[in-house]
């Protein structure tokens, strides 16, 4: 629906997949009757994070929100249908789990401890020693490898971009319209954003709004006099086929030597930072080919040594929301302006993490507060109080 008002209850800046969902969980509470309004600048997502995700969900985290956060995704993911509607369709999820490898001994009780947790609070992540691995994986050497964690049924790939598509059409029938254009400027009347500027020329008065703006979103933050640390950082993802297939799915592996790879259908799937792991410019998405050939494909080979012939098959590179403070969600209105609230910094957890949080800043904006699930862990105040919340387990 296209915009028609010069005044919402709720403008939302930014309509890839946090955006949507907080319009959707908003548009659908009975409480909630004010207009909605989400402002996209490419609302062919062509170049979003959204877009560029390899759309997972783990369980496999160290702190408690984000375990409790996922335990949530994964309850929406497989119950997408009784949360949409019976019109809704089934999401898909190709639970392989997440395999976490650790080379020494410190990363060893990390692992330890991050099972520890995820078991008291329902997560089925075990843990598995180099026996139990050669046992599980034997087509992979495991000489430097001191301890692994895996949960296979509650972790993999699942379909975010049909949970993607659904959140806006249903929000489109309910009501919740869109306009293309970016944000350039927030109007403040004391502690409060009164109007949101946009490059159409227009000016749109507001009585919240949200920051989902992705890896833009410290420049929409600017706007209102807050510092956000929150930056685009480029990550890039390798398809490749193997001349000699696996005689198993592989987890997706989280392997110290800096990578990440799994099953990917009939073919598979890898993944890494750049070597100088810095913040971007958003529009760059230029790829780095010697990454495949000087670290990907070697450290690939030693681990499965059936990966030794392997063909490149297609490459892309994305954009994380890197939060440099602690890689954790920013979440919630910011203290010096009340009615501004953030969704930001997931660091690479966004796709997992919105179901969830969509929720909780609805709730946020129609009731006052967190009601489903607590994440005041997450809560953007801790900028200003001088505390972090580090999540070790970001890839």
């Given at each position: 629906m296209t915009a028609t008002h010069s005044s919402y209850d709720v403008v939302i800046i930014g309509g890839a997949m946090i955006g949507s969902a907080v319009a959707w969980w908003l548009a659908r509470d009975p409480?909630?009757?004010?207009r909605i309004l989400?402002?996209?600048?490419?609302?062919?997502?062509?170049?979003?994070?959204?877009?560029?995700?390899?759309?997972?969900?783990?369980?496999?985290?160290?702190?408690?929100?984000?375990v409790a956060i996922s335990r949530f995704g994964l309850e929406f993911i497989r119950g997408f249908r009784g949360f949409a509607g019976g019109d809704a369709p089934e999401i898909h999820l190709d639970d392989f789990g997440y395999l976490y490898l650790a080379a020494d001994q410190v990363s060893a009780d990390r692992l330890r401890s991050?099972?520890?947790?995820?078991?008291?609070m329902g997560a089925g992540t075990r843990l598995l020693t180099p026996t139990q691995l050669r046992t599980a994986f034997p087509f992979m050497e495991w000489n430097d490898v001191v301890l692994g964690s895996h949960n296979p049924g509650e972790e993999g790939c699942f379909d975010g971009g049909t949970m993607f598509s659904e959140?806006?059409?249903?929000?489109?029938?309910?009501?919740?319209?869109?306009?293309?254009?970016?944000?350039t400027g927030l109007r403040m009347v004391g502690d409060r954003v009164t109007h949101v500027e946009l490059s159409d020329g227009g000016v749109v008065a507001c009585g919240h709004v949200v920051n989902a703006a992705g890896p833009r979103a410290a420049s929409?933050?600017?706007?209102?006099?807050?510092?956000l640390p929150v930056e685009p950082r480029k990550r890039y993802t390798f398809i490749f086929e193997?001349?000699?297939?696996?005689?198993?799915?592989?987890?997706?592996?989280?392997?110290?030597?800096?990578?990440?790879?799994?099953s990917d259908g009939a073919l598979y799937m890898a993944g890494c930072p750049p070597e100088a792991d810095g913040p971007c410019d958003p529009h760059d998405?230029?790829?780095?080919?010697?990454?495949?050939?000087?670290?990907?494909?070697?450290?690939?080979?030693?681990?499965?040594?059936?990966?030794?012939?392997?063909?490149?098959?297609?490459?892309?590179?994305?954009?994380?929301?890197?939060?440099?403070?602690?890689?954790?969600?920013?979440?919630?209105?910011?203290?010096?302006?009340?009615?501004?609230?953030?969704?930001?910094?997931?660091?690479?957890h966004g796709l997992q993490q919105a179901p969830a949080v969509g929720r909780g800043i609805a709730e946020h904006i129609v009731h006052g507060g967190w009601r489903s699930l607590d994440?005041?862990?997450?809560?953007?105040?801790?900028?200003?109080?001088?505390?972090?919340?580090?999540?070790?387990?970001?890839?």
């Open positions: 409480d909630f009757e004010g989400v402002v996209e600048r490419d609302p062919t997502f062509e170049f979003a994070s959204t877009s560029h995700t390899n759309s997972c969900i783990r369980m496999q985290f160290g702190t408690e929100v984000n991050a099972q520890a947790l995820q078991a008291r959140f806006r059409r249903q929000a489109r029938h309910m009501g919740v319209e869109e306009r293309r254009a970016e944000a929409v933050a600017a706007m209102a006099g807050i510092t193997a001349e000699d297939r696996l005689p198993r799915r592989m987890p997706l592996v989280v392997d110290p030597r800096g990578l990440h790879y799994r998405f230029e790829m780095d080919h010697t990454l495949w050939e000087d670290r990907i494909w070697p450290a690939l080979a030693a681990r499965v040594p059936a990966f030794e012939r392997i063909r490149l098959r297609n490459a892309w590179v994305g954009h994380y929301a890197y939060n440099t403070l602690d890689q954790n969600a920013l979440l919630g209105p910011h203290p010096s302006v009340s009615n501004l609230l953030f969704a930001n910094g997931f660091s690479g994440l005041s862990p997450l809560s953007v105040a801790r900028l200003s109080q001088g505390t972090a919340l580090t999540e070790a387990a970001v890839i």
